[in-house]
Each structure stands twice: as C-alpha cells, then as structure tokens.
C-alpha cells in the first residue's frame, strides 16, 4: 500500500493569504488526486493528475504534480473562508482502490 | 455529474441495536462502493470495498460480522453496524466508482456520510 504524506496537517490563515500544502510519497503515484471535505459532509473531488509536470487550474487553486509523479502541491490564491476544510490528496490503485494522505486542515479566518 | 446519496445523514441509537446505513448511485452504475470512517479531523480510514454480486472484501482489523456489507444491485450498497456500542459512534461514509470508465484513474465520487451516535 502506498503511504501519502500530507503537510501541514493543520494551517490556519488570514483571509487574502496565498497558501500552499503538499502531498508526498516515496513510491511513484498512478494517478493522484485533490478533494475537499468540509464539516459533515462527504469529500468533493478537486482534480486528478496523471501526467508528470503537470499543471491544472481551478480558479484561485493551481494544482501541480512534480516531474516523477513522486509529489503534488496545492496552491490557493487570495484565500477566503470558503476554501476552509479538509484538503486530502489520494492515489489510485488496482480496483479503484484509493490511498488517502491524512489530510490538511485549513481555517481561513475572515 | 456522478452524485452519490447516503442515507440516513445522522442516526442515533441504542447501545446493542443494529443501524442499516444506505448508499446508491443516483445517475451511474457502480460495480464497487467503498465503506470509510472518519474520526474528528482526520482522514478517511478504508473499512471494506463492496463489490456487486460478491462478498465485500474487509480492510485488516475490521469485523466483518460487526459491518456487515451488502452489494445487492448496481446502484446500492448497505453497511450495517451490528449490536452497536458508544466506540462504533462515528462519521461513516460511502464512494462509488462509475463504471463505465473502467480505469484505476476514475475519481471516486462521495456521499454526504452519515454520523453514527451509539448512546
């Protein structure tokens, strides 16, 4: 099983700050992706990445998967409160299974 | 979009009960649903993968005649927490994969979850 690190685990900012978090692992992803959960709710699908070096954007949220599919990044523009939540990246694997990172707790504070 | 609703969203129950909790894809068709738990502010732990017409296959650790999981059609599956006690108490939630795009790639999509009270 592949194990995804994720940093920070917790990060609480002001309004209009830029931030970025990061997920890593020590083994080459298949595919990764970004989803967003907030308070009693169920993930949200944010992107997946396949490609080596690839970028994606999603409005103010730039995806980024590094060149040997080792790593990922996450960067929010001007953030607002409405971003808060739990950010986990995930990777696939055989039957669809995926392995979750243990996520990054983000407050955006008004 | 893929949507996936689970129900209920919030039960509580008695010490030694047994809660039925539902997931169905509403638009697509599901061969696999995969069964988490979430504690407060951590990541999703993987209990079980569902698997249509086939015994669901249980993460290590995980009781299967504690959870038991059923896949009955395309469009459902159901985890069932049996004689549930205060440590069963917990946010559980259910993903779908569409079928159609048969690839380890496919995103997964999520139900709202359900939180599980046992008093």
């Known amino acids: 099983t592949q194990l995804l690190e994720q940093s920070p685990q917790f990060l609480s900012i002001q309004e209009g700050e830029n931030l970025t978090v990061y997920c890593n692992s020590s083994s080459v992803f298949s595919s990764l992706q970004w989803y967003r959960q907030e308070p009693g709710e169920g993930p949200v699908l944010l992107v997946t990445?396949?490609?080596?070096?690839e970028v994606k954007k999603l409005k103010r949220l730039t995806f980024q998967f590094g060149d040997a599919r080792k790593d990922s990044s996450l960067h929010i523009t001007a953030a607002q409160t409405g971003d808060t939540g739990l950010y986990l990246c995930?990777?696939?694997?055989?039957?669809?299974?995926?392995?979750f990172g243990k996520g990054t707790l983000l407050t955006v504070n008004p | 979009g893929a949507v996936v609703s689970q129900h209920p969203s919030r039960v509580i129950c008695k010490s030694g009960t047994s809660v039925k909790i539902e997931c169905r894809s509403l638009d697509f068709q599901a061969t696999t649903m995969f069964w988490y738990r979430q504690f407060p502010k951590q990541s999703l732990m993987l209990m079980a993968t569902?698997?249509?017409?086939?015994?669901?296959?249980?993460e290590q650790g995980v009781e299967k005649d504690k959870f038991l999981i059923n896949h009955a059609s395309l469009t459902l599956s159901t985890l069932t927490v049996t004689s549930a006690h205060p440590e069963d108490s917990s946010f559980y939630i259910c993903?779908?994969?569409?079928?159609?795009?048969?690839?380890?790639?496919?995103?997964?999509?999520f139900g709202n979850g359900t939180r599980l009270t046992v008093t």
């Open positions: 569902s698997n249509e017409g086939s015994k669901a296959t249980y």
């Open positions: 990445v396949v490609t080596g070096g």
């Open positions: 995930s990777s696939g694997g055989s039957n669809y299974k995926l392995t």
């Open positions: 993903s779908a994969s569409v079928r159609a795009s048969a690839s380890y790639n496919s995103p997964l999509h």
